[in-house]
Nanobody, 115 residues
Framework: QVQFVESGGGLVQPGGSLRLSCAAS????????MGWYRQAPGKQRELVAI???????NYADSVKGRFTISRDNAKNTVSLQMNSLKPEDTGVYFC?????????WGQGTQVTVSS
């Protein structure tokens, strides 16, 4: 079983920044990729950004140029720097890892972008 500690969510005005962090522990084994997903009210969970074990990132088109994902393999942590936030970025953000046992999810952290 994988345990997650997520932090960094909150309320921010449009145009502002937040940084999300996530530390994974427990039955991690070798992590293939780590990432962040989000779910807005009434919508399906969607990929925001994902990063491979080699450090190659991929982003949803809606966040390209504004969000940056990074990871520390030695510490099993992943972070998401979110700049130029928009109201449509509002949602619950979930940390996730993929390993040989499949995908595991954190409990989520709320991000609200509002004036």
């Amino acid at each position: 079983q994988v345990q997650f500690v997520e932090s960094g969510g909150g309320l921010v005005q449009p145009g502002g920044s937040l940084r999300l962090s996530c530390a994974a522990s427990g039955s991690i084994f070798s992590i293939y990729n780590m990432g962040w997903y989000r779910q807005a009210p009434g919508k399906q969970r969607e990929l925001v950004a994902i990063i491979s074990s080699g450090g190659s990132p991929n982003y949803a088109d809606s966040v390209k140029g504004r969000f940056t994902i990074s990871r520390d393999n030695a510490k099993n942590t992943v972070s998401l720097q979110m700049n130029s936030l928009k109201p449509e970025d509002t949602g619950v953000y979930f940390c996730s890892i993929m390993n040989r046992n499949g995908r595991s999810w954190g409990q989520g952290t709320q991000v609200t972008v509002s004036s």
